[in-house]
């Protein structure tokens, strides 16, 4: 099984709801990431988690706020977003440990993201 | 700087017809390479990878790629194009001191009647 699943699929928020993007997987690995992807762009790295604690931020806002609670799972917590906000979501997850460059990463679907 | 580069943003073929997409990359050392295809609104599904060895490799959907280190690149080929493959096409390299993955801007492939 090489599945990554993503909750929800499509997701409209105000500026100041709070709300949170889940991923999970269950092959084992150790190494779980965010992407944002806009229209017509690839995706670009968010939030790293290797083992359960954060391993890279890419300067995020602090309105995204990333919690690991165990090794299956990954959430996103969005809070007083921006319409320039307004993407899709990705959640990819791999084996993590030495030499992750190797690591093939497996995608979820992903979340529609509209923020009004 | 490391770099993945897609010259051709989009690509459109003739169903039945032979598939070409263009990588070419900027690494130090010996990359990881791998080919992702996304259809719309959906997530990316990994198409074939390149760690070492046989520099020529077989992917899924009969997709296959050629690794050429004195051209810097990875192309993406399959000898007979379905309706189906219309999607973007990502090219990356997989940095080998960590778990960042750098991806190429896409190629959008066009598959007509």
């Known amino acids: 099984d090489t599945e990554v699943t993503q909750t929800p699929k499509h997701l409209v928020m105000g500026m100041t709801n709070k709300k949170s993007l889940k991923c999970e997987q269950h092959?084992?690995?150790?190494?779980m990431y965010w992407y944002k992807q806009k229209a017509k762009k690839p995706p670009e790295l968010m939030f790293v988690y290797s083992y359960e604690k954060l391993s890279i931020n890419e300067s995020v806002p602090s309105r995204f706020s990333p919690e690991c609670p165990n090794s299956s799972l990954l959430n996103l917590h969005l809070h007083a977003l921006q319409p320039e906000d307004s993407a899709l979501y990705l959640c990819a997850s791999s084996q993590g440990g030495r030499g992750s460059g190797k690591n093939i990463q497996y995608f979820g679907a992903g979340t529609r993201l509209s923020v009004l | 700087a490391q770099s993945v580069t897609q010259p051709d943003i989009h690509i459109t073929v003739s169903e039945g017809a032979s598939l070409e997409l263009r990588c070419n990359y900027s690494?130090?050392?010996?990359?990881?390479l791998f080919w992702y295809v996304q259809s719309p609104g959906q997530g990316l599904q990994l198409l074939l990878k390149y760690f070492s060895g046989d520099t020529l490799v077989q992917g899924i959907k009969g997709f296959e790629a050629e690794f050429k280190r004195s051209q810097s690149s990875f192309n993406l080929r399959k000898p007979s194009v379905h309706w189906s493959d219309a999607a973007e096409y990502f090219c990356?390299?997989?940095?080998?001191?960590?778990?960042?993955?750098?991806f190429g801007a896409g190629t959008r492939l066009f598959v007509k009647a």
């Open positions: 990356a390299v997989g940095h080998t001191g960590g778990f960042k993955t750098i």
């Open positions: 690494y130090g050392a010996t990359p990881y």
């Open positions: 092959m084992g690995h150790r190494a």
